[in-house]
């Protein structure tokens, strides 16, 4: 052994410099051999790439489907695309910013940054549109200090201006709900508030949109111990427009028929508690509500044809 | 001799590493080689080991095997204790099976991530329903609940096909039942099911071999009390919900309890706790500190007469009791019951049960179409049919007839609404509050009155954190409910002809306006209950 040196460092100092290479070379082809496959399927993958277009795609179904961080890292590394692609991208990392975990409170500001940005190149494209009404919910449920008068303020502006949109008219329910709420149970404050809601309904488009909005003001005047002839005329045009959930279709219907009841409409209730016998026969409120049809006494003739409340569902 | 020993060092190293090299090759040859030949393995893996559903599982496989000779299905059942930690390693490991009993483990965010969604398959005919009565239905128009069981109302998306349902029953030990009367009659009436109850005591005693009338423990007693109870409050619930409502729910149960609308006082309270403290004094002392293994113990080994608990332990106790059994619904007192019939609307309907034991299919299945092929196979009504006569499980399709070890547990679609019991679902505080009281409700020197003063302290302010509690939970619900809301929106206006999307985007509009109602009202509840404890309310 050389003096000085460790077993090892002497059995490396003795050799050739030619064979100390040779661990090395054998390394290296064995690595060579091994990652070889993994090279070839790499490659294979690669195939064509996406387009600007099919990116964004696959990012809004990752987020449409809970996969917020794997959508937003799919919105990070989008290049390309037109000009409203890239709007919508910046959307979309607004919007899944604000569905990262931890939430964090830099987080909310960086995606209330991102969307009044774009709100103030456009407020009116896709992008535009939906910016607003997320920057509204990011005032009204994500911010860690909420402003619900701010949020309130630009729903209303964004009925009034964009409308047209089913999921961007949800912005009336919201009103609805942060409106009716705030008077509470007192029934005066309780029917200004119902009565100060309805030239929103004169300002929705689409069949969603009214359903949400009548749904909204039914269920919560009726919670709230509001007069159930005002409730019943909402509660009607809600049932009458088709609810994509079974629950919230049969419960609409049940809404109806109480409120009608509630009001001494007799036959009206018969005819909304007999379309949920019929529709909704594996309901296990079903066999209730037949005893309620049994016992119920007969009223005065009444057409079941809904009339639009306030002239709005026209 | 360093140097020598380095180089077999060497050389074993990288003969090692060449044999691993290898072995991948032959298995990726052995692979390719099977998919040559059209031989598929589709592994199927539950947490079902109660007896008959293996059995089950196992000759539907082989029919299914017998049709398509070049498919292998292989069942991998996994104890319920560890389903959830071995599930999560094999999802995130990559080597799920390709179809697995969903439940258990399963958050939103893995189904979305690890499944495949299943809408497509639900909206079309099942194939296997040819020449039968269901031929050319929708797949989820051939199940009793509509597929309810299999729909993921967060995700809106189908994700699985159930293939049986539950029910709640108190089964009876029937070589017991004629010993103690003579008979073998079934309780029909609270009555007489707390006579039968009180012949068991006596029976016991004359016998000298002392006897349960009702197998207790902290699993099982919670089935029959809760519905004693909700008996109590079922005419209350129906006054308390507003018009059109059936259901009081957690929110108006403190909403109304808020507005002083009912109390700890109120008779209908007082009458559903003497009838739990009156059966409760029917199972073994000390019965909430037993386990459900220990209850079961006792019903299997003949020391108790009857337990209480649902249909998915049929088949277990028909293999391992050595007695005959049969299963009845938990008796309710009815209308003319002299003591608690002036709160009971009658009989509670069942109609509402979903189909479960529901199978999914992973994202990473090698097979996916074969695997859909298969559960399809399982929900066509013939094969449901065997499914139901092999496990003695509640059917989940449309029109098949129930196993005559079944019949006791078909779903009572006849019913009125449930009442509400002491602890809404989802109410930790205020279920920690009554269970650590309830000893004292159903002990021998206890009572309803000691039991009341117990919880009246903290009832309301239990009934607060829980709703502070929900509150939470539900924003937290909104504001994720949100940010898929805009993935929907994005994948609707990028598809304007997509049908699908256009149906997801309806569905989470109300779904998203149904959620913001509760968080609303919850809010508004919870400031009511905080207004009361305030003015020194309890």
Known sequence: MIEGLTSRESFLFRISPARRLCPAVLGGALLAIGAAPVIAETAGDAGEAATPRQELDSAWQQASRFLF???????NAMEGGDAGEARMRRLGLAVTTLGLQPRTQRNIQRAELQLRALIDENPSDFSGRFARFYLARLLETHATTPDPEAARELYYQLLLEQPGHPMLELAASRI???????????????????????????????????????????????????????????????????????????????????????????????????????????????????????????????STTVQPAHGTDS | MERILNTIGISLLALCFLLSLGRIAWKSAARTGESASDRVEIRIAHWQLEGGIREAIDALAEDY??????????????????????????????????????????????????????????????????????????????????????????????????????????????DLLRDITGSEKLPQTYREFLDLCNQAVEYGRRTGRPLIPIA???????????????????????????????????????????????????????????????????????????????????????????????????????????????????????????????????????????????????????????????????????????????????????????????????????????GFTLVPSGRADLSRLVNNAFHRLVAPEGGVEEFVEIIRPNFLRAQLS????????????????????????????????????????????????MQENSLYNQRFVAEKLRERINEGDQ
């Open chain 2, 65 to 174: 095997m017998r049709l398509n000779p070049g498919v292998r299905v292989l069942q991998i059942p996994i104890p319920e204790r560890i389903y959830k930690n071995w599930l999560l390693t094999q999802l995130v490991g990559g080597t799920a099976p390709d179809i697995i009993q969903l439940g258990i483990g399963i958050s939103d965010e893995r189904l979305a991530r690890f499944f495949i969604p299943l809408t497509e398959v639900a909206d079309a005919p099942n194939p296997h329903n040819t020449g039968t009565p269901l031929e050319g239905v929708l797949l989820r128009e051939t199940f009793f609940d509509g597929m309810m069981g299999g729909f993921n109302p967060a995700l809106l998306e189908y994700y699985g096909v159930p293939l049986s349902a539950h029910t709640l029953r108190v089964y009876i030990n029937m």
């Open chain 1, 176 to 302: 609805a709900y942060n409106d009716l709420y705030t008077a509470g149970a007192d029934p005066g404050a309780l029917a200004a508030a119902e009565l100060s809601l309805r030239p929103l309904a004169e300002l929705l488009q689409t069949p969603a949109g009214r359903r949400e909005f009548h749904t909204a003001v039914a269920f919560t005047l009726n919670e709230l111990g509001g007069d159930p002839q005002t409730a019943l005329d909402h509660a009607l045009i809600a049932a009458e427009i088709p609810n994509p959930l079974p629950q919230m279709q049969s419960t609409n219907l049940l809404l109806a028929a109480g409120l009608a009841a509630e009001s001494g409409r007799t036959e009206l209730a018969r005819h909304y508690y007999t379309r949920f016998v019929s529709e909704f026969q594996r309901d296990g409120r079903n066999y209730s509500v037949r005893k309620i049809l049994e016992t119920m006494p007969s009223g005065p003739e009444e």
């Open chain 2, 466 to 513: 829980d709703s502070e509690r929900n509150l939470l939970g539900m924003l937290s619900t909104i504001q994720r409910l949100d940010v898929q809301m805009a993935g929907v929106a994005g994948v609707a206006a990028l598809q304007p002809d997509d049908e699908n999307a256009a149906r997801r985007m309806d569905m989470i509009i109300a779904s998203s306006n």
């Open chain 1, 69 to 75: 961080r794997d959508a937003h890292e799919g919105f």
């Open chain 2, 216 to 418: 207790g423990s902290r699993y099982n007693s919670p089935f029959i009390m809760n519905s004693l109870f909700a008996s109590q409050t079922q005419r209350l619930a129906r006054a308390l919900c507003p018009p059109g409502s059936f259901d009081l729910g957690a929110i108006r149960f403190s909403s109304t309890y808020a507005d002083g609308r009912w109390s700890l006082d109120s008779p209908e309270i007082r009458s559903g706790l003497k009838i739990m403290r009156e059966v409760g004094g029917r199972m073994q002392p000390g019965f909430m500190q037993v386990s459900r293994d220990d209850a079961s113990f006792y019903f299997m080994q003949g020391k108790a007469l009857m337990i209480a608990t649902g249909s998915w332990d049929s088949s277990s106790i028909s293999q391992q009791a050595k007695f005959p059994f049969r299963a009845f619904r938990i008796p309710l007192p009815d209308r003319e019951d002299p003591e608690y019939g002036e709160f009971v609307l009658g009989i509670t309907s069942e109609a509402g049960t979903n189909a479960g034991l529901t199978l999914g299919v992973t994202s990473t299945s090698k097979h996916p179409e074969t695997a859909i092929d298969f559960l399809r196979f399982l929900a066509s009504q013939p094969v449901n049919q065997k499914f139901t006569d092999i496990s003695n499980w509640l059917p989940s399709v449309v029109g098949v007839n129930p196993s005559e070890a079944t019949a006791d547990f078909m779903i009572l679609t006849n019913g009125y609404t449930s």
